[in-house]
DNA sequence: TCGGAGTAG
DNA sequence: TTTTCTACTCCGA
């Protein structure tokens, strides 16, 4: 029953940018602010403004219903992803201005973790104690009269749970002191990313980046929520006093991020004792809705059940521990430093069948074509000499094919779910063509085609009926640094993983309930417990609460 | 190194 | 109504 002690040290803030692929084309072209605008990927509305929303288009509704619901709906084409991915690399820089680290994550193009535990750190020092309501926060320590005027007593924006006054607010608290000013720091940055760039996000703050980016969720658009103290346990309180616990306890499984599908289901299927009924997209599907409560309640929870329910060929080995830390809200993992180079670029293409070899040829070559334009837009830069040329950053090793089937019809007409998911892959050893940078796109891509891919794809898609064909995907894999030099980026993030082992490595085995509360301070993977009085058991200080409640509740 | 599975937006 | 176009991590062989 051992998770790490959840630390507080850091202050993180977690920005969404509301319905970027809308936002990009509304900043590209503002008269479409007023209108119910639409993104198209093949016959689904990928995601849409919320003038549209209001007048009841979804996300992922069929282009078809969407016209039904909403006739004048402005219905832009969005299968090519060039101008998202660069404006979401333009923001990404801006808020990355105002951080002092380069402790700032990417999380598909649309969420963005800063870790700004050093800016809250100097301007809690800053504080003058006698006139907190005219406080400063200063932006820059170069430069003191960079920043702005806020009142440190209270919290900006909305806070989960909502707080009526600011009476209640303990200033003596340091988190509490620390979380007010990341919350004024997160406004001024949302006013300043609407006023320069046009653009409004839905914010959290919390201490690590599961707690940030759960809270910021819970008013939006256009808002942000503080998670407030107080985190942990109260060891005399009788229990129900967590704020995490609480904001935990009230999501569904899936919500969680770090709990996806597959795991949610088989802690459904255990929780329930049969089978879930439970449909992805079907919202509120009543008798299945299984909760974080649930499953940290359900008798005899903690990490070795877990690790029972969960483990199956391919699953990480601290699989019940880490799902055990998601559900109590502890996640330890670092805000990565930006990567310079991807680690991998693929390009894909969806189909309802291909009629004959030729299509599939054609469509190799488009997609070839594609990755080595972005192999070249990703992959290269102007060489400082002058010479006005391109050189490699990085060359990848390989190159994969993946086929995905369609999915078998059923008996009434719809297609199986478990099916879905299934690609297939083939790779190999990428030819050094590719990275001729004087030869013609067209021209090299046919060659990777009829060198290397139509055979990756005979393979791959072995005897099968080109009528079944639902996908392709053609990547690079596997970077190498083309320069001696060092290639920073990736280097850091790597040795960042590794220095985060010892933290993460403790499992239920290592941790067992010798481990008392008077032994440490929990900095380095031990943890404080409790015995109960009512059983005997080690009880870890975060599941207190859950624990009283286990013994109040009716057998 | 390869191929698969799971998670994310 | 699991559909789009990706990108990352982890596992076993």
């Not at 190799?364 to 830069?381: P, V």
Request: with cysteine; hydrophobic share 35%; proline share 6%.
């Amino acid at each position: 029953m051992a998770v790490p002690r959840q630390k507080n040290g850091r202050v993180i803030i977690h920005f969404d940018y509301d319905c970027f692929y809308a936002s990009v084309l509304e900043a590209e072209n503002p008269a479409l602010k007023s209108l119910p605008l639409a993104i198209q990927q093949k016959q689904i509305i990928v995601t849409c403004n919320y003038e549209a929303r209001r007048r009841g288009l979804r996300k992922l509704q069929l282009v078809k219903e969407a016209k039904k619901i909403c006739p004048d709906v402005v219905i832009i084409l969005g299968e090519d992803l060039t101008k998202f991915r660069d404006a979401s690399k333009s923001l990404y820089a801006y808020l990355r201005g105002f951080l002092w680290g380069s402790k700032i994550e990417r999380l598909g193009f649309d969420e963005v973790f800063l870790d700004v535990t050093d800016m809250i750190d100097y301007n809690v020092a800053l504080l003058s104690h006698h006139d907190l309501q005219h406080s400063f926060f200063c932006l820059d320590r170069e430069d003191p009269t960079k920043g702005f005027e806020f009142d440190a007593t209270r919290y900006c924006g909305p806070t989960y749970p909502p707080s009526p006054d600011a009476t209640g607010v303990d200033l003596s608290d340091p988190l509490s002191r620390r979380l007010i000013l990341g919350s004024h720091l997160a406004f001024h940055m949302r006013m300043r990313l609407d006023a320069e760039r046009g653009y409004t996000a839905t914010v959290g703050v919390s201490t690590n980046k599961l707690l940030a980016k759960l809270v910021g969720s819970v008013n939006k658009p256009n808002n942000q929520t503080t998670l407030i103290p107080p985190y942990s346990v109260d060891r005399d309180d009788e229990g129900c006093s967590s704020n995490v616990t609480k904001l935990m306890d009230s999501h569904e499984l899936g919500k969680v991020p770090g709990i996806g599908f597959k795991t949610a289901q088989k802690l459904r299927t255990h929780v329930l004792g049969r089978e879930p009924t439970f449909q992805p997209y079907v919202e509120r599907s009543q008798d299945a809705q299984v909760t974080v409560r649930d499953v940290r309640q359900f008798p005899g929870m903690g990490p070795a059940m877990l690790t029972s329910i969960l483990v199956g060929p391919g699953t990480a080995k601290d699989i019940g521990v880490r799902v055990w830390e998601l559900l109590h809200g502890v996640d330890n993992s670092e805000v990565l430093e930006a990567r310079t180079i991807p680690t991998q670029i693929s390009i894909e293409d969806s189909y309802k069948g291909l009629p004959h070899n030729d299509a599939v040829r054609r469509e190799l070559c488009h997609l070839a074509a594609s990755l080595i334009r972005r192999m070249r837009a990703d992959l290269t830069k102007m060489d400082e000499t002058g010479s006005g040329r391109l050189r490699w950053l990085a060359r990848p090793r390989t190159v994969r094919l993946s086929t995905r089937l369609r999915s078998p019809k059923m008996p009434d007409g719809s297609r199986n779910y478990s099916f879905m998911n299934q690609r297939v892959s083939r790779s190999g050893p990428a030819p050094s063509f590719i990275f001729s940078l004087d030869d013609d796109i067209d021209a090299l891509a046919t060659r990777l085609v009829d060198e290397l891919l139509l055979s990756m794809f005979r393979r791959s898609f072995p005897a099968r009926s080109l009528e079944e064909l639902a996908l392709i995907n053609v990547a690079v894999t596997n970077m190498t640094d083309a320069e001696p030099k060092q290639n920073r980026g990736q280097d850091i993030s790597k040795m960042f993983r590794q220095e985060e082992m010892p933290s993460t490595t403790p499992t239920s085995a290592v941790v067992d309930a010798e481990v008392f509360w008077e032994e440490s301070d929990g900095e380095d993977g031990t943890y404080h417990h409790e015995l109960c009085p009512r059983c005997g058991v080690s009880v870890p200080y975060f599941a207190l609460a859950a624990h009283a409640q286990y013994h109040a509740a009716p057998d």
